[in-house]
Structure formats: structure tokens, C-alpha cells
């Protein structure tokens, strides 16, 4: 039973079109983010939700926006496509407990987007 | 300055022999510090994490972290080629993980 799933995997698509991936965890976790890690494997995060709620939003283009339907689903849909955009996706959970959970994060395959 | 910074490496160990990774980061109120291990093409996945000064051991691995010199880093001991991936090291800021850019660790038989 995978902890953290990811939908699709890979997406091959042309600039200015529009896409979405999906994200479920069943761990029971509060807290959902989504991260981009870029070609040279920086990994950075993008939005942060606690309980539906939206926590963190870091400096990201308006053409993305996140949408948690409830705590165990994170999608992220993207307008108008750039190269850019590029990247491996990566939709990851919080333990609610722990001394820091916001450290201790379980990531889900990741979804690759190549933008054409 | 990056936040969180990291020698891209890659680091080539035979094996057997300790692996040893560093890490900086740049703000002095960081609390919580993660190493997180990911092999090509999979996703992260969290190894240790360590808040106090000194030293924390789990099996093989060992994390260090001194904050006044506001540096983490892990010793792998009897190094495998299992052990080849790249290693990211992750700190807790005002309630969102930051990461370093990785060092990739090669471990030859």
C-alpha cells in the first residue's frame, strides 16, 4: 500500500497548455506539501496545507495553484506552461507529532514534467 | 548566500571506508536538521534528524551538529555501494523545511 501516491508520473506536454497532478496519502497526516526539485536536484518548496488549510505559499507564479479537497488529497494545477516549469514534482506528508514534523516528511514518487 | 549549502560532489569512497558530508546553513536560529537520502530517479527519504549539539547514532550512520559553527554533518562507517546516492541535508525554519542543493556519494566495490 503506498504511503504517498502520485498522479501521473511523467508528463510530456507543449508550452501554454494547462496540467494538474494529484496527490493522496493515507497516512493519517495533517499536513501536505508540494516541493519542485529542478535539474541540478535543488528541491524547494512551493506550498505547504495543514488540515485543508493553506500555510505556506512561497514565491511561486500565480499560473500555479494547489487545491486540497480534504487532508489526505493535495492536487497542483498549472496554467500556461513555460519551459520552465520543467521539473520533478515531488507531493510529500507530515507525521501531526514528533518533535518537528515539519521536518520529517514522506514523499510520494514525484511526478516529472517536461514542458516541449 | 544560500540558506542551506552543500558540495555538490560527487564524493567517491571505496568501500568500507567512512563517507563523510557536510553541511552549513546561514540562519543562526535553526532549530531542527534532517539528512534525507535519495537514489537516482526515486524520492527523498528521511535518515536522521538531529536538534542538539553533538553527535546522534543510528547503525551505521552518525549525524553531527555543532550551532555555533552552524554546521551538520554524516558520517556513513563501512561505506556500501547500497549506500551510492545523494544525500540532502534539510533545515527546519520557521515551519518549512529548507534543503541543501545535495551531495552525491559514490561508494566503489
Known amino acids: 500500500d503506498t504511503a504517498v501516491s502520485q498522479t501521473p508520473k511523467y508528463l510530456v506536454t507543449q508550452m501554454g497548455n494547462d496540467k494538474s497532478i494529484k496527490c493522496e496519502q493515507n497516512l493519517g497526516h495533517d499536513t501536505m506539501y508540494w516541493y519542485k526539485q529542478d535539474s541540478k536536484k535543488f528541491l524547494k518548496i512551493m506550498f505547504s496545507y495543514n488540515n485543508k488549510e493553506l500555510i505556506i505559499n512561497e514565491t511561486v507564479p500565480n499560473r500555479f495553484s494547489p487545491k486540497s479537497p480534504d487532508k489526505a488529497h493535495l492536487n497542483l494545477h498549472i496554467n500556461s506552461l513555460e519551459l520552465g516549469d520543467s521539473a520533478v514534482y515531488f507531493c510529500?506528508?507530515?507525521?501531526?507529532?514528533?518533535?518537528?514534523?515539519?521536518?520529517?516528511?514522506?514523499f510520494g514518487e514525484g511526478s516529472r514534467l517536461t514542458v516541449l | 548566500q544560500k540558506e542551506v549549502e552543500q558540495n555538490s560532489g560527487p564524493l567517491s569512497v571505496p568501500e568500507g571506508a567512512i563517507a563523510s558530508l557536510n553541511c552549513t546553513y546561514s540562519d543562526r536560529g535553526s532549530q531542527s536538521f534532517f539528512w534525507y537520502r535519495q537514489y537516482s530517479g526515486k524520492s527523498p527519504e528521511l535518515i536522521m534528524s538531529?536538534?542538539?549539539?553533538g553527535d546522534k547514532e543510528d547503525g551505521r550512520f552518525t549525524a553531527q551538529l555543532n550551532k555555533a559553527s552552524q554546521y551538520v554533518s554524516l558520517l556513513i562507517r563501512d561505506s556500501q555501494p547500497s549506500d551510492s546516492a545523494t544525500y540532502l541535508c534539510a533545515v527546519s525554519n520557521t515551519g518549512k523545511l529548507i534543503f541543501g542543493q545535495g551531495t552525491t556519494l559514490q561508494v566503489k566495490p
Open positions: 510529500a506528508s507530515s507525521h501531526p507529532g514528533g518533535r518537528d514534523a515539519t521536518g520529517e516528511l514522506f
Open positions: 538531529i536538534y542538539s549539539n
